[in-house]
């Protein structure tokens, strides 16, 4: 049975991501409509946007946590031995962090579908740039697990750090540009 919950929570994590990914690019489009001048076509963008965000959230995202962290859950049941090992500490640890990722975009999320644009569109996309770390430090974590690959892959998560933050850097002087 072990194999095909982990594969279920595999898929729920895959999908979670894909959700959380996608969710604050409908904030940052979100955002930058209602910053339209013509008031049709911000009313017209941001009913789709909303809608689009609603069906994003309740029916993909959302329930995708829940089943990713049931079906984790589950599987640390089924081998209780993983909740001993270091590296399932700080997995854990970044699960915990993704977790109040996902509950602070909720908080976003409830704002813009309520009209209460708190957030500019290079917050959202520097926002966006979190599962993306995270997602790279549990992979390498899950899949390298020793103490010395844990070294390089905290130096890496660094480097992919700065490559992110020079490329957002890079983005906004050429949308400056435009």
Known sequence: ??????????????????GLFYIIRLFVYQIEANE??????????????????????TIITWPSMILAVSFGVWLLILNASLISQPWMHIKLIFVGIL??????????????????????????RLWNEGPTLILFAV?????????????????????????????????KRIRKKR
């Open 1 to 18: 049975m072990y194999p095909y919950i982990k594969s279920l929570h595999l898929i729920f994590v895959i999908t979670w991501f894909a």
């Open 36 to 57: 339209k001048e013509n008031q049709q076509e911000r009313e017209i963008l941001t009913r789709q946007l909303r809608l689009m965000a609603k069906r994003l959230w």
């Open 99 to 124: 977790i109040a990722y996902h509950s602070y975009s909720h908080f976003i999320y409830k704002n813009l579908q309520s009209g209460n644009f708190k957030y500019r569109s290079n917050f959202m």
């Open 139 to 171: 992979v390498f974590l899950v899949m390298l697990r020793n103490e010395l690959n844990w070294i390089f892959g905290v130096v890496g998560l660094f480097a992919l750090l700065l490559l992110l933050m020079s490329g957002y850097k890079l983005y």
